[in-house]
C-alpha cells in the first residue's frame, strides 16, 4: 500500500511563509506525476503546482512569484514553499500523486490526508 503523508500546514500571519512536505511511503511503485491542491472553505478543490511525470513543473499563473514546487526524487517527496502568503490562502492543502503499482501493473491516483494552512490578516 502507498501512503501519501503531508506535513507543514499551521496558522501564520500574512505575509509569512510556510512550507509544506509531502512523502510518498510504500513498496513497489513509481512516481509518474506529483503536486499539490488546496480547497478553501465553500469552494471546490483547486490545482495549486505540480511535477509531472517529464519533470515538468507547473504553478497556476495566479500563485506564480509566490508559491514554488520542488522535489526530492531520492525520498519520494514533493514541497511546496509558500511566501507572502494572504488570507485568501487559508485552505485545507492536499498532496495529490499518479503512481504505477509495479507488481499489480497498474496507475493509481492518491491523495494524502490534507493540511490545514490558516492565514490572518
Known amino acids: 500500500q502507498v501512503q501519501l503523508v503531508e506535513s507543514g500546514g499551521g496558522s501564520v500571519q500574512a505575509g509569512g511563509s510556510l512550507r509544506l512536505s509531502c512523502a510518498a511511503s510504500?513498496?513497489?511503485?513509481?512516481?509518474?506525476?506529483m503536486g499539490w491542491y488546496r480547497q478553501a472553505p465553500g469552494k471546490q478543490r483547486e490545482l495549486v503546482a505540480a511535477r509531472t511525470g517529464d519533470d515538468v513543473i507547473n504553478v497556476v499563473d495566479s500563485l506564480k512569484g509566490r508559491f514554488t514546487i520542488s522535489y526530492d526524487n531520492a525520498k519520494n517527496t514533493v514541497y511546496l514553499q509558500m511566501n507572502s502568503l494572504k488570507p485568501e490562502d487559508t485552505a485545507v492543502y492536499y498532496c495529490?500523486?499518479?503512481?504505477?503499482?509495479?507488481?499489480?501493473?497498474?496507475?493509481?491516483?492518491?491523495w494524502g490526508q490534507g493540511t490545514l494552512v490558516a492565514v490572518s490578516s
Open positions: 495529490n500523486a499518479n503512481i504505477y503499482l509495479m507488481n499489480q501493473g497498474r496507475w493509481l491516483e492518491i
Open positions: 510504500g513498496r513497489d511503485f513509481r512516481i509518474n506525476a
